[in-house]
Every structure is written in structure tokens, then in C-alpha cells.
């Protein structure tokens, strides 16, 4: 940057400027079987980003409600489950009475003092090939395992997760599953036709919010 102001931390890593904005926690909240609903509208353009921590149950089908400028809450299309989320995006809002704020060279906000920060943890890409079966004729059911610390407070990104993947002409409906008392992460692709059922490159993404 040219001109404005510049944060670095011990390891001379860039933490604040005025010139990126931070990925921000803009929302709390307890989620249900059936997913949840922001406390106010997200008005960012693009897709917030969801992150999960469940206590029981699992993800499938998992879609955002509402349009950009106007996100409203997500849809979980898993029977039962429930846990705690936070939604991030990469936007400030004024909140703070008194402290800091940062705006770029186009009048966007980048930074509050008053609005907690979100910081990525963990990236997780190798899965375990678990096996597959075949509860019908044509439909299987191919399982893969992640080994992940579940017991650190993370939160599971989950807009990347929980979705049809599509492959040639079938497609695969993607579930997810937190094995706390394993320590991993369980994923489960049901697929109906043709697919390569050993292998699996979806990445997981974790992070915490930040007081």
C-alpha cells in the first residue's frame, strides 16, 4: 500500500490495513433441526461465510435463505441435529461507540474495533476411504473419514460441504457427520449410477471467532 495504515504482529504478518477488509464475525446464534436465522439481515453482496459447531447431528442439503444484500439465515436439510454457529463475511459495520475504524479509498468500511474478528484455524484435505455399501439396486453409499482435534472449539465452514456433488451423468448427495468421540469428521455419499467411490478431495475449512 502507498499510503493509509498498516497493523503487522510479531511475525511481521499483516493483521490490519486499510486496504483489505478482515473477515468479521457479524452473527451468533444456536441453530435447530432445520437449520437457523441471522438476528438481522447480512447485506453483503456476496454468500456469508457459516461455520458450525453441532452437538448432535449432522448436515445434508445445506443452502443459504435469502439473496445478496439480503441473507437471512440457512436451511439444513439433515433430520434432527443442533448446535452453535457464527456467520462471517468480509464487510464492517459501525458498532463500536468509541476506538477505531478504518475505511478504504472507496468509503468501504474495512474495520471496527467494536466487531469481533473470525480467524481461520485448520484446512483438513486427506480422507480415509471408510468403505461402501449397497442398500439398493444402482445406490451406494461410499464412506470417508478426516481426523480432526474436535475438541479445540472450532468451527466447521459449511457452504463448501453438505451438497450435491455432481459427477458425469449422476450425481452424489454429500452428508456430514462430527465424530467427537473418534476425534474426525464422517462424510457419506449417496450415489446413484456410475462414481469413483475411493476417492474423496472435498477440503474442510475451520475457524474461531475472536474476541
Not at 454457529?85 to 475504524?101: C, D, H, K, M, N
Not at 484446512?123 to 455399501?133: C, E, F, I, Q, S
Not at 454429500?174 to 457419506?188: E, F, G, K, T
Not at 472435498?202 to 475457524?207: D, G, H, K, Q
Amino acid at each position: 500500500m502507498s499510503h493509509g495504515l498498516t497493523f503487522t504482529n510479531n511475525s511481521d504478518v499483516v493483521t490490519l490495513d486499510s486496504e483489505f477488509s478482515r473477515l468479521v464475525v457479524i452473527h451468533k446464534g444456536i441453530y435447530g433441526p432445520s437449520g437457523g436465522d441471522f438476528p438481522s439481515v447480512v447485506t453483503s453482496q456476496e454468500p456469508p461465510l457459516i461455520f458450525v459447531r453441532p452437538s448432535t447431528g449432522g448436515f445434508q442439503w445445506v443452502s443459504l435463505k435469502g439473496s445478496p444484500g439480503n441473507w437471512t439465515g440457512f436451511i439444513n436439510g439433515a433430520s434432527g441435529g443442533s448446535g452453535s454457529f457464527f456467520v462471517a463475511a468480509y464487510e464492517s459495520t459501525p458498532t463500536a461507540q468509541y476506538g477505531l475504524r478504518l475505511w478504504d479509498g472507496g468509503a468501504k468500511q474495512l474495520f471496527d474495533n467494536g466487531t469481533p474478528c473470525a480467524q481461520f484455524t485448520d484446512v483438513v484435505t486427506g480422507w480415509a476411504y471408510g468403505g461402501a455399501a449397497n442398500p439398493s439396486v444402482g445406490r451406494w453409499i461410499y464412506t470417508f473419514y478426516a481426523s480432526v482435534p474436535l475438541n479445540t472449539g472450532n468451527y466447521m465452514l459449511i457452504n463448501n460441504i453438505a451438497m450435491n456433488i455432481p459427477g458425469g451423468d449422476t450425481f452424489s448427495l454429500l452428508s456430514c457427520y462430527w465424530d467427537y468421540a473418534n476425534n474426525r469428521i464422517v462424510a457419506q455419499l449417496q450415489n446413484i449410477g456410475d462414481f469413483n467411490g475411493s476417492s474423496f478431495f472435498l477440503p474442510l475449512m475451520f475457524a474461531k471467532p475472536i474476541s
